[in-house]
């Protein structure tokens, strides 16, 4: 039997990526089946208001969330996001600690839908290599050169979609190496690195067009407390890594404001959100 958890990867903006960690042996990674369309694509139009409850949802271990592609495709026609001012576009930097390796590789798979739906190519294509020198780096090189060399070849040819297909296909890559490798804090680091990374985006993007419905997105706990527990569980010299203890306070310093449960999310404190993730974000990608 396989525990599965689906991780908000990058926030509310994208795909949910599926990953398993096994509870005995690792088995084969079936492949995913052919995604359905959506029901923004099917209606055409956003709702007058939005309630989580109402989308597709997936399971983290005993916590329900709506699928992200649903979701995002409210966020575009709410407002028509500038992508390409959300880009980070500083040269990616091998750190010397895995648990930072991990939480940047996060951060990079991040950045590539970022950069997707900015339809910036050459960008793309920068942070596909990345992802491969980062995997090198914590070993699993080989569940990602295939990966990787589709992100540049298919970002040459515009294919959004497919780019897409193969940031979500490398994470899963990862982490299923990762597990079998008896690696899953460092497989949740890459998780919680995504997820850093996504909400850093999603309150800028909200906090620039702000409406009720746009703050609503932002009112996931259940994700908080999920990263909270995986913090708690990891060995003890993790919990100890200056750059994680920083993690933590910061998911401490967010867990009430996601968790407010009478109307939506005020702006202040929607900008609170995105500087703290932001700075947590600068820190990931710190070369010391």
Known sequence: MKKKFLLLFLGLLTHALAAQAPTTLPQPITPAAPAKQTAIEQA??????????????????????????????VLDKLGNPNWKSQLRLSKTHTPEERSQI???????????????????????KELGRDVLSLADAVNVRKSVIARSKSIIEKADHRDWRG???EFDGARNDVQAAMDE???????????????????DVLTAIVDANYTADGAELLHQ?????????????????????????????????????????????QRAKIEKIHTLTSEIVALINATS
């Not at 996060?106 to 950069?115: D, K, Q, R, Y």
């Open 44 to 73: 055409g139009s956003p709702p007058a208001s939005l309630n989580l409850a109402d989308f597709p949802a997936d399971s983290v271990e005993d916590v329900v969330v709506p699928v992200p592609s649903e979701i995002f495709g």
């Open 102 to 124: 991990a939480l940047l590789l996060g951060s990079v798979i991040a950045e590539g839908f970022v950069a997707v739906e900015a339809e910036d190519a050459e960008r793309v």
């Open 163 to 165: 780019v897409r297909s």
């Open 181 to 199: 490798m008896n690696d899953r804090n460092l497989a949740q680091l890459v998780s919680l690195g995504g997820w850093l990374r996504g909400t």
């Open 221 to 265: 706990p259940e994700l908080v407390r999920y990263f909270k527990r995986c913090i708690a569980g990891m060995s003890p010299r993790l919990r100890k890594n200056n750059l994680v203890l920083r993690i933590d306070k910061v998911l401490d310093q967010i867990a009430p404001i996601v968790g407010e449960k009478k109307g939506s999310i």
